[in-house]
C-alpha cells in the first residue's frame, strides 16, 4: 500500500473520529437541554394549572376545570392532564387514555405516595414525562392531585433530526475530505517519492542528472536536495574512479614495458659483449695491415674502409650498451609492507573488475629487509598480475609475509634470517611440465593473450640480485603459491 494511501486512510479515520465524537458530545448536549425545556416548561404550566385548579375547587366551579383542561389538550395534543381525588377516581371522566400498562402502574404508585414527583417513561429513551402535583383546599388539607403527561414525541423527533445530519455530515465529510487527503497526499508525498524512485533507477542506469525540485520547502524537498547531492558526489566519485583507472592501467602497462625493456637490455648486453670482442680483433688487424706500406693502394683503400666500419660498429655497440644500461639499486632498509600496499593499490581496480579479493596479511613486528624498493614493487607486480591472469571471477589472491624458516639447527630463540613473501591463487594452477620451465624467458602459457614470457624472468632475475631465492608450489585445478625468501642483513648484492 502506498504512503499516500496510507496517510489518507489515517487523516480520513481519525478526522472522522473527532468529527463523529464531537457530533456525539453535541447530541447529549442537545438532549440535555431539550430535557431540561421541557421540564422547566411543564413545571410552570403545572405549577400555574395547580393554583388555577386550586381556586376553582374552592369555589365549586367543576366546570371551568374541565373546560380548562379540554382546552389545554387541544391546544397540545401531546398533553394529557388529569385531576384525582382522593379515591383515585380521574376527572374529568370523559376523558380516555392510551397509555401502556406498565405507565399507568407506575403513575398510580406515584398517586398512592401523595407528593411532588416528576418522573419519564421509559428511563432509557423515555416516551413520556410526568408531573404530579398536590391539590389542597382553602385549610392547606390534600383534596387530590393534578397529573401532567406530555409526550416526548417533538423532543425525540428533534433528536431524530440532529442524528442524521450527524450520519449525513459524516458521509459528506468522507465524501470530500478523503479525495483531497488522496489528492495532497500525491502532490507533496507521492509525485517526490516516484521522482525519486525515478532518480534512483537513473544513478542505477548511470544517469547522475539532478532532480527538479519545483520549489518544494517541506521536508521531501530537503529529501530530494540531500538526494541530488548525493548524486553530484556519487558522479565526482566515478569520475575520480575512472581516472585512477586509467592512471593504473598506464602505469601498469609503463611497467610491463619496462619488463620487456629490462629483458631487451639485458639480451642487448650480452649482444655486444659477444660483438665487442671480435671488433676489436677486427679493428686490430686493419690497423696492422695499414702499416704495411709495402702493399699496393687497394690493400690500403681497402684497409681503411675496414676500420672506419668497425669504429662505426664500435660506436653503435658502445651507445647500445649506455643506452641499456640499468641504474644502480637504491639499497635500504625498508619495510616490505610498503612496496606491496603500492603494488595492491594499483591493481585494485583490476581486481575488482575481474570480481577478485584480494588479501593482505603480515606476521607482527617484522624485521627491516636490506633491499631496493622499486625491484620489490616490480617481482610482486609480476608475481600478482599472473595470478590475475590465472583467477577467474569470483576467486581470492593472498599475500603473506612472514619470517622465514631456518635450517632445523638454529635456535628458536635467534632471531629470523630470512623473510618469506607469498603470493597465493586459488585459480587454474600448473602442471609440472609448466613448473619446470616456469622461470625461463619468453616461456609462456597465454600467447593469445599477449604473453611474451618476461614478467617471471625478470623477478627471478631481480630475486637473485637481492641473495634471494624463488619457488613456485601448484597443482592444476589447486590453484598456485609462489614464495620469494629475501635475506634481513646486508649481503654481498651483485646489483649493477
Known sequence: MRISTKLTLSL???????????????LSVEQQDLTRVVSQQTQMLGKSLQIAIENALRDKQLEDIEELLKGLEQIETDLKIRVYDQQGKAFPETAHTFHTDDFLNQLQQALRKGTSDQFYYPVQNPEYISLLLPLQNEDGEKIG???????????????????RDLIISSVAF???TAPLCTVIGLIYIGW????????????????????????QQDEMGVLLAAFNDMAAELENARQKLKEEAQSRSHVQTALQDADKLITIGQLSAGLAHEIGSPLQILKGRAEHLLLCSEHPDEVVRHAKILVSQTERITRIVQQLLKFTRRRPAQLTRI???????????????EAHRKLVELKFQTAPNLPMVYADSDSIQQIVLNLMTNALSAIDSGGQILITIEPGVDSPDTDKNQPPKTVCVSVSDNGCGMSPDVL?????????????????????????????LHNGTIKAESSP????????????????????
Open 335 to 349: 619495510d616490505l609492507q610498503k612496496p606491496i600496499h603500492a603494488v595492491l593499490n594499483l591493481l585494485e581496480y
Open 477 to 496: 585445478d589447486q590453484g598456485s603459491t609462489i614464495t620469494i625468501t629475501l635475506p634481513i642483513e646486508e649481503g654481498q648484492h651483485v646489483i649493477d
Open 145 to 163: 392531585n393534578l397529573v401532567f403527561v406530555r409526550s416526548l414525541k417533538e423532543m425525540r423527533r428533534d433528536l431524530d433530526t440532529t442524528r
Open 12 to 26: 480520513t479515520t481519525i478526522g472522522l473520529l473527532v468529527f463523529i465524537g464531537y457530533g456525539l458530545y453535541l
Open 436 to 464: 619446470k620451465h616456469l622461470f625461463e624467458p619468453f616461456f609462456t602459457t597465454r600467447h593469445e593473450q599477449g604473453g611474451v614470457g618476461l614478467g617471471l624472468a625478470v623477478a627471478r632475475s631481480l630475486v637473485t
Open 174 to 176: 468522507i465524501s470530500i
Open 192 to 215: 517526490p517519492m516516484k521522482r525519486l524512485i525515478n532518480g534512483m533507477s537513473r544513478i542505477k542506469a548511470g544517469n547522475f542528472a539532478p532532480l527538479p525540485l519545483k520549489n
